[in-house]
C-alpha cells in the first residue's frame, strides 16, 4: 500500500524506491479505468510533463474531465515505472460516467469542517496544511528503507483520523470510490496476481487494506449507483504550470510547481545554492546588478533559516525571505519576477503525435503547425502584415477561430494607419481542447466547422446589425461562399425594416469591410449597393428617430450619430457623406423637435466638417443658451456639442465667450441643478483640455475684449463673481489659489 499526495515529489520519489523493492506483479493507480487505453502513451518519447488525460462524453464533449500530471507526480512515476519493466498497470478508481452521473443525483454531504490533515498539521504547530505536509514529507530526503517506514507512517495516521470519525467533505463521494476501488483489488486477487502494488490517495489508503472482510457491504453500496449509457473517450493533452495549481480531476492543486520541479530535480540542494542561482540569473536578466556575493550571502541566510525553524533544507519561504533581504534590499516587487519564472514556471508540457483525436483538433494542429502559429503561455502579441501571404492566411486562420468562439485569440488594436496590419493576442489555455471537441460536429476542418456555425448563425439571425457584423467577421475569414446568403437576408431586411437606431448599428461593420478592399481582394460591390440603400433609408428616418427621446435614449442615439459619422471616413463614396451630412442639418436644425443632446451633436459633427459656418453656428449656440430655454434642456444641447472635445471651446472665442455668459447669468438655484450635467460633460475631457478650460475660465492669459468686458463685470461685482464662478471651478478639478 502507498499512499500519496497527488502531485508530491516526495511522494513520487518514495513510489519510485518502494516498487523497486517490492517488484510487483501488478500496479494499480488511483484514477478512472477510461485512462487504461492511453496509458502505454506515458511511454512514448514524445510525451513531456506536464500534460492532462482529457475524458470527455463523446455525445456531449462540453462534459469533460482533465486529469493533469507533472514529472513529479507519483501516479505518472507509477505508470512510467510500470512500463519501463514491464508490469501491468490499470487505472482503479470509478469510471467516470459514474462519477458525472452521481454528480447529477448528489447524495447527502457530511458536515466536516476541514479538511482531515489539518488537525495532523495542527498538531505539529502548523498553522497551514500544505507547509506542514511539504516541510514533513516532500522536502526530507529518501532512501528505500524510509520510503517503506514513510508509507507505514502516512498510512497509520489516516487510519487514526478514520478510526476516531474524522470525516472529509467528499466522504459520500468517496464511499462508493473506496467501493469500487476495493472491488478491482478483489478482481485482480482473483485473477492470481500475488504482489500487488496499489498506488493511492492517502485518505483512501485504509478502506483498501482488508478488501475481502468489506467485500459484502461494499457490493451493497455499488448497487446504488446510478445507471449510465454515457460512453467516455480519452485523450491527452499538453498542460500547463500555472494550471497544475487549480483543482480538477486528481490535481489536488499546487501553489508553487516550479518549487516542486526544484525538489524533484535536485533533491541534493539542500542549502537552495542552485534555486538562488536561478534567481540571480533572473534578476540579471533583468536588469538588476547581483553578484555572486549577493547569491553565496543568501544561501548563507537561507541556510540559517531553515537551521532556526528545525527544517533539514531551506524551504521556499526561507529562500524567499534571503532573495529579498540580499538580493533585492528588502524591496518585495522584484520577486514578482521569480514567482512568475520560478516558483510557478512558464512551462507547457507536450504530447506525441498520432495520439486519437477528433478530426477537427487534427485539422487545427496542422494548421497552426504549417502557419508557424506557436502555442503561449503566458498571452503572446503577435503581429501580422497582410501584404505577405503567410501572414494574409494567419489572418484568415485567427478568424476562423474567432467564430469558432475557441477563446484562443483576440484582435488587437493597431497603431497604423495602413489598413495591412493586424495584431492579435494569443493565450492558449488547456479548455481550448474541451471546445475543439465540442465545435468536430460543426465539420472535421476548421474551414469547414467555421463555415457552418457562421452559416448556423446567419440563418438564425433576426437583426440588422447582427447580420452585419457577421459579414464582417466573414470577409476576413475568407468564408465567401455565405456572402451572398447574408446580402440577401440583409436586403430583405433592410427593405422591410423601420428601425433607424438598427439599421445606424450596421453601418459600422459594413464601412470595416472596406478597410480589407486591397488587402483581402473580395469582391464588395454588393455590399456598397446594401450600404447606399440602408445610408438612404436612415437620412429619410433620422430625424424622426431623434424626436421626442427620453434622457437615456437621446444619449444613445447621440453615441450612434457619432459612431455613424466615424465610419463614413471609411467610405470613399462622397454621395454617401452628403447624404448624411443632410440628415445631420436636419436633425441640428429641428431642434425643437430633436432631442437636444442629439440635435447638440449633430450641429457639432457639421461644424467639425465646415458643413456650417461659424457665424451661423454661433448664431444657434447663442438661441439655445438663451435664458428663454430651459436650463436643463440647454445643458443637454450643450452636452451633444461639446461631446468628443474641448477644441471647440478653447479655440473659438465667440462660442466660449457666449458660454461664459450662459453660466455667470445663471441663477444659484438652476446652476446647482445643473451641476450633475456639467459635471458630465466637462468630465468627459481629457485632463490637460480641464486644465486649459479652468485656466481660461480664471482669465490669467490675455482674453479677447468679449472675455475681457464680462471679467471687468464680474471684478465689479464681487458677489456675483462668488457665485457661479468658484462653483465652475470645481466641478472643472480646478484649485483656486
Known sequence: MLPIRHHGPGSARRVVQALTALQPDLILVEGPPDLDAILHWVADQGMEPPVAALCYDEAAPKQATFYPFATYSPEWQAIQFAHQHRIPVRMMDLPLAQMWALAEQPVETPQASKNPLDYLAELAGYDNTDRWWEHQFESAGATEESAAEHFKAVLLAITALRENDIQSPLDAENAFREAWMADIVRQAQREMFQNIAIVCGAWHAPALVDVQSSEKAHRQLLKQLPKTKTKVAATWIPWTNDRLSQRSGYGAGIHSPGWYEQLWAHPEDVSGQYWLSRAARIFREKGMDISTAHVMEAIRLAHALASLREQPRAQLNDLDEAIRAAMCMGESEPLKWIHDEM????RIGHVPEGLPRVPLQADFDKEKKRLRIPDSTPAKLLELDLRQP????????????????LNWCEPETVSSKGTFKEAWQLDWQPELEVRLIERAIWGNTVEMAAQAMLTDRVQKARRLDELSRLLAQAIPAALLSTLDLMLDRMDDMAALSNDVPEMMLAIFPLAQITRYGN????DQERVKILLDGLMQRIAVGLPAACYALNEEADREMSARIRQLHGSLHLLPDDTLQAVWLDALLTVAQTNDQSSPVS?????????????ISKEYTALHFSRELSPGNPPMKAAFWLEGFLSGSAAVLLYDDLLWAMLYDWVKNLPDEAFEHLLPALRRTFSKFSPPERQRIGSKAKLQTEQPEAVLEMAEAINDDAELAEQP?????????IRQE
Open 390 to 405: 503567410l501572414h494574409l492566411e494567419k489572418s484568415i486562420f485567427l478568424h476562423r477561430i474567432v467564430l469558432l468562439d
Open 599 to 611: 440635435a447638440g451633436t449633430a450641429l457639432r459633427l457639421l461644424f467639425d466638417r465646415d458643413k
Open 343 to 346: 516558483i510557478v514556471g512558464r
Open 725 to 733: 464662478m468658484p462653483l465652475l471651478l470645481k466641478m472643472l478639478g
Open 519 to 522: 488587402v483581402r481582394r473580395t
